[in-house]
């Protein structure tokens, strides 16, 4: 055989193939079957090979079961999500919280004059700090509590 | 099905990728359409790569795979693309765990061509063309196989095949007719 015999014989089968998969109805493969032997038993193949595709396909009893599995992993894995976020989110905006209220006090820190000690401060010249204490405090107990009640 | 995305009043179905986005926001149904989508095709592969008592176990596993790792899709690639190779890590994972086999991952088509040799796919008389198709393919070079499989189990047509091969359309054209040949001689002394 020859080469463009060769890439005749490719272009056929492409073809009677693209044919069979679109969905043709048998009859018309009937009539689409080549009288050159080679091309025909080729052909067969195709036909073959299709109608083994088909059947690996067909489990209605597989399916059922193996949905019902997934549906139960799936629940899983969104109540995992949950946890996710309560597990990182929520101390995270705690850390959050808390560091907010750190750097205030480390800028009243450096702001409050040297010669002013702060048990000073905490007696009375700069009352905020207890009270920016206080509040971070408050701020995490409240973060946490509203987060428990969203649960 | 519950019409679960704002699809355009034309009832074009949700591409791959809508589905995915709506799965990975918590949408149950959109998981269930793509489930529904790929499982015929993902189980026939798996069918003609895997003895047919794990069938349903490696198929079950390939869907729970893609499950836990689908919020870790951002969509580089087609969907289907990803499906797919998730697909065949769990049949190289299905032989590799296989201890007594002895292989290592690079021989494993070597291991997936003898198992399948070895067992018979059904004994039902309806499943005959499966059964012979399977044994037959199962002994074929590996380019033949998946050249075979792209076209008639995933239904990639010749062109995207020419693109994930990296090879000319007539090339395809021409490994796909020596393929249905080899294929055709196999289960000819198979009837013999």
């Given at each position: 055989m020859n080469k463009l015999d060769e890439q005749q014989l490719d272009d056929q089968l492409s073809e009677f193939t693209d044919s069979v998969l679109s969905g043709e109805r048998e009859k018309d493969m009937q009539e689409m079957m080549a009288q050159d032997k080679e091309l025909a038993e080729l052909q067969q193949a195709v036909l073959l090979m299709k109608s083994a595709a088909r059947k690996a396909r067909v489990s209605g009893e597989a399916?059922?079961?193996?949905?019902?599995?997934?549906?139960?992993?799936?629940?899983?894995?969104?109540?995992?999500?949950?946890?996710?976020?309560?597990?990182?989110?929520?101390?995270?905006?705690?850390?959050?919280?808390?560091?907010?209220?750190?750097?205030?006090?480390?800028?009243?820190?450096?702001?409050?004059?040297?010669?002013a000690?702060?048990?000073?401060?905490?007696?009375?010249?700069?009352?905020?700090?207890?009270?920016?204490?206080?509040?971070?405090?408050?701020?995490?107990?409240?973060?946490?509590?509203?987060?428990?009640h969203d649960q | 099905m519950i019409n679960l995305l704002k699809?355009?009043?034309?009832?074009?179905?949700?591409?791959?990728?809508?589905?995915?986005?709506?799965?990975?926001?918590?949408?149950?149904?959109?998981?269930?359409l793509l489930y529904e989508r790929y499982l015929p095709n993902i189980m026939a592969r798996v069918r003609f790569k895997i003895p047919e008592g794990d069938v349903e176990d490696v198929t079950q596993e390939?869907?729970?795979?893609?499950?836990?790792?689908?919020?870790?899709?951002?969509?580089?690639?087609?969907?289907?693309?990803?499906?797919?190779?998730?697909?065949?890590?769990?049949?190289?994972?299905?032989?590799?765990?296989?201890?007594?086999?002895?292989?290592?991952q690079d021989d494993y088509e070597e291991v997936v061509t003898r198992n399948l040799s070895k067992h018979p796919t059904s004994s039902d008389s309806s499943q005959d063309d499966l059964v012979t198709v399977k044994h037959a393919l199962g002994t074929l070079p590996q380019n033949y196989q998946d050249i075979l499989l792209m076209r008639f189990v995933d239904d990639m047509p010749f062109n995207e095949i020419a693109l994930h091969n990296g090879q000319s359309l007539e090339a395809t054209k021409s490994l796909f007719r020596r393929s249905v040949a080899a294929l055709a001689k196999k289960v000819e002394g198979t009837n013999e």
């Open positions: 399916d059922a079961r193996i949905r019902r599995r997934l549906m139960t992993e799936w629940k899983k894995e969104q109540q995992t999500s949950k946890s996710f976020n309560w597990n990182w989110n929520m101390p995270r905006l705690a850390f959050a919280g808390g560091f907010v209220v750190l750097i205030l006090l480390s800028v009243v820190t450096l702001l409050t004059p040297a010669e000690p702060l048990t000073a401060a905490a007696g009375g010249d700069q009352p905020w700090q207890p009270i920016l204490i206080t509040a971070g405090i408050v701020i995490i107990v409240l973060i946490f509590w509203r987060n428990r | 699809s355009p009043p034309s009832h074009v179905p949700p591409t791959d990728e809508e589905l995915v986005h709506s799965a990975q926001k918590g949408k149950q149904d959109a998981f269930v390939i869907f729970i795979a893609v499950l836990k790792s689908l919020g870790g899709f951002k969509g580089q690639s087609k969907f289907s693309t990803w499906i797919w190779t998730i697909t065949n890590r769990k049949i190289v994972d299905y032989y590799r765990s296989h201890k007594s086999n002895r292989i290592e």
